[in-house]
């Protein structure tokens, strides 16, 4: 074969296997989304089955306690493991543990039965990451390329989660390193997340494009600016009270399976106070803010609260669709005061806040175009850029490192010593 072919064939035959790698990716996530809808309906209709939530949260941290293992570490593992090759510089293959599908599949299905405030993207990712590390496993493939097939199953989780193929490939090439894209698997990961998206909507789920109009002027663009600034402001909130009370959990409560009993108990006493409306994904809120009906201000700020506590206390489950509602709620409280399109606020903050708080603002932006339309390229670019520059380095996903600073000073030149 000649030499210049083996780089194009290599590539070709790369992108074919994560096309494959985007099957499995869309059909899990198509799966957990069936199962997790029939999960939030029932509890709609059975008001008890609240109550349940410190048993079924003892049993989860029992589960991943005992038997999870590496599982355990959640979406950091797969972040980690598609990294290369590891800390000691060795070649070695990445592996993500086959229990850790049915774990996060089971557990994310209970405790959003009993109302726990997690999300479902973050388990859509592990199952992703599970099934493909798995399935390849036996055809012995060289590590860079098992990583490669990891970044694509991301991708196509994250597309096939939300219909946003584009936004999926980039999420996953952006989410490793911050300030950073792995532009090496850019076509493995489009691959793999258009491929997604085409099986979760043949099986029958679509996102609908929520097209909003747009009128931008200099004014609005400022007012975004501050959009901008407090949707960074919240996704430093959520990190800080997250990393906050899971150090605090760890250290006070010693054996692991009790710390999520004592988020479900204490879920249970805000839902006395505060009601029921911040149990679950909570997605009227996100409907209702995107319809242009006014948040009030403490939507976004109880939404951190609900969730914190359950994913901080080990509650497993994901952060993405909190994320959003926080930024739904709290971009449609701004609207007003600001003079601002209430649906436009919404939508530009809704992708903002999670950006902000993975580290991945390229990706959110993109989401924003392909979920409500081009008209919020501008918008979206600008609050999701703001956010993700007053948000603090490390983001909610531990596995995720550093790759470039978000301070300018640390990459100006610096002067000679005279």
Same mark, same amino acid.
């Given at each position: 074969?000649? !030499?210049?072919?083996?780089?194009?064939?290599?590539?070709?035959?790369?992108?074919?296997?994560?096309?494959? #790698?985007?099957?499995?990716?869309?059909?899990?996530?198509?799966?957990?989304?069936?199962?997790?809808?029939?999960?939030?309906?029932?509890?709609?209709?059975?008001?008890?089955?609240?109550? !349940?939530?410190?048993?079924?949260?003892?049993?989860?941290?029992?589960?991943?306690?005992?038997?999870?293992?590496?599982?355990?570490?959640?979406?950091?593992?797969?972040?980690?493991?598609?990294?290369? /090759?590891?800390?000691?510089?060795?070649?070695?293959?990445?592996?993500?543990?086959?229990?850790? $599908?049915?774990?996060?599949?089971?557990?994310?299905?209970?405790?959003? %039965?009993?109302?726990?405030?997690?999300?479902?993207?973050?388990?859509? %990712?592990?199952?992703?990451?599970?099934?493909?590390?798995?399935?390849?496993?036996?055809?012995?493939?060289?590590?860079?390329?098992?990583?490669?097939?990891?970044?694509?199953?991301?991708?196509?989780? =994250?597309?096939?989660?939300?219909?946003?193929?584009?936004?999926?490939?980039?999420?996953?090439?952006?989410?490793?390193?911050?300030?950073?894209?792995?532009?090496?698997?850019?076509?493995?990961?489009?691959?793999?997340?258009?491929?997604?998206?085409?099986?979760?909507?043949?099986?029958?789920?679509?996102?609908?494009?929520?097209?909003? /109009?747009?009128?931008?002027?200099?004014?609005?663009?400022?007012?975004?600016?501050?959009?901008?600034?407090?949707?960074?402001?919240?996704?430093?909130?959520?990190?800080?009270?997250?990393?906050?009370?899971?150090?605090?959990?760890?250290?006070?409560?010693?054996?692991?399976?009790?710390?999520?009993?004592?988020?479900?108990?204490?879920?249970? $006493?805000?839902?006395?106070?505060?009601?029921?409306?911040?149990?679950?994904?909570?997605? /009227?809120?996100?409907?209702?803010?995107?319809?242009?009906?006014?948040?009030?201000?403490?939507?976004?700020?109880?939404?951190?609260?609900?969730?914190? #506590?359950?994913?901080?206390?080990?509650?497993?489950?994901?952060?993405?669709?909190? %994320?959003?509602?926080?930024?739904?709620?709290?971009?449609?409280?701004?609207?007003?005061?600001?003079?601002?399109? /209430?649906?436009?606020?919404?939508?530009?903050?809704?992708?903002?806040? =999670?950006?902000?708080?993975?580290?991945?603002?390229?990706?959110?932006?993109?989401?924003?175009?392909?979920?409500?339309?081009?008209?919020?390229? #501008?918008?979206?670019?600008?609050?999701?850029?703001?956010?993700? $520059?007053?948000?603090?380095?490390?983001?909610?996903?531990?596995?995720?490192?550093?790759?470039?600073?978000?301070?300018?000073?640390?990459?100006?030149?610096?002067?000679?010593?005279?």
């Amino acid at each position: 074969m000649p !030499p210049a072919l083996r780089a194009p064939l290599h590539l070709i035959g790369i992108t074919a296997l994560a096309v494959m #790698v985007g099957a499995v990716s869309g059909l899990g996530s198509w799966a957990l989304f069936e199962a997790l809808d029939a999960a939030t309906s029932t509890r709609l209709d059975a008001d008890w089955l609240v109550w !349940p939530l410190p048993v079924a949260a003892f049993a989860l941290g029992a589960a991943y306690h005992y038997v999870g293992a590496d599982a355990n570490k959640g979406t950091s593992l797969v972040i980690t493991e598609s990294l290369a /090759p590891s800390d000691d510089g060795t070649e070695r293959a990445p592996h993500v543990p086959a229990r850790m $599908a049915p774990m996060i599949f089971s557990a994310t299905y209970i405790a959003q %039965l009993t109302g726990a405030s997690v999300g479902r993207e973050g388990a859509a %990712l592990q199952v992703a990451g599970s099934m493909v590390s798995t399935l390849l496993k036996p055809f012995r493939l060289p590590a860079h390329e098992l990583r490669l097939m990891l970044i694509a199953a991301m991708a196509g989780a =994250f597309g096939g989660a939300f219909g946003v193929p584009v936004a999926g490939a980039i999420f996953a090439l952006e989410v490793q390193r911050t300030g950073r894209i792995r532009y090496e698997a850019l076509a493995p990961a489009l691959a793999a997340s258009v491929t997604a998206d085409y099986v979760v909507e043949g099986l029958g789920r679509s996102t609908p494009i929520i097209a909003l /109009p747009v009128d931008l002027d200099v004014a609005v663009v400022l007012k975004l600016v501050v959009v901008g600034v407090l949707a960074g402001l919240a996704a430093r909130a959520f990190i800080v009270s997250l990393h906050a009370i899971k150090s605090a959990s760890r250290r006070l409560v010693v054996w692991a399976p009790a710390r999520p009993v004592i988020g479900a108990v204490t879920t249970l $006493a805000l839902m006395g106070l505060f009601g029921r409306d911040y149990l679950g994904l909570s997605l /009227p809120l996100v409907d209702s803010a995107l319809s242009g009906i006014a948040a009030d201000w403490w939507e976004p700020v109880l939404k951190i609260v609900f969730t914190v #506590v359950a994913l901080g206390s080990g509650i497993p489950g994901g952060e993405v669709t909190p %994320l959003f509602v926080v930024g739904a709620t709290l971009g449609s409280t701004l609207a007003e005061p600001l003079s601002l399109d /209430p649906r436009l606020a919404a939508a530009a903050t809704l992708a903002a806040v =999670f950006g902000a708080a993975s580290n991945t603002p390229i990706a959110c932006a993109i989401l924003a175009v392909e979920l409500f339309g081009g008209g919020l390229a #501008v918008p979206a670019a600008v609050v999701c850029i703001v956010a993700y $520059a007053v948000s603090p380095e490390r983001g909610i996903y531990d596995g995720q490192r550093t790759g470039a600073t978000k301070d300018l000073r640390a990459s100006a030149p610096r002067r000679p010593r005279s």
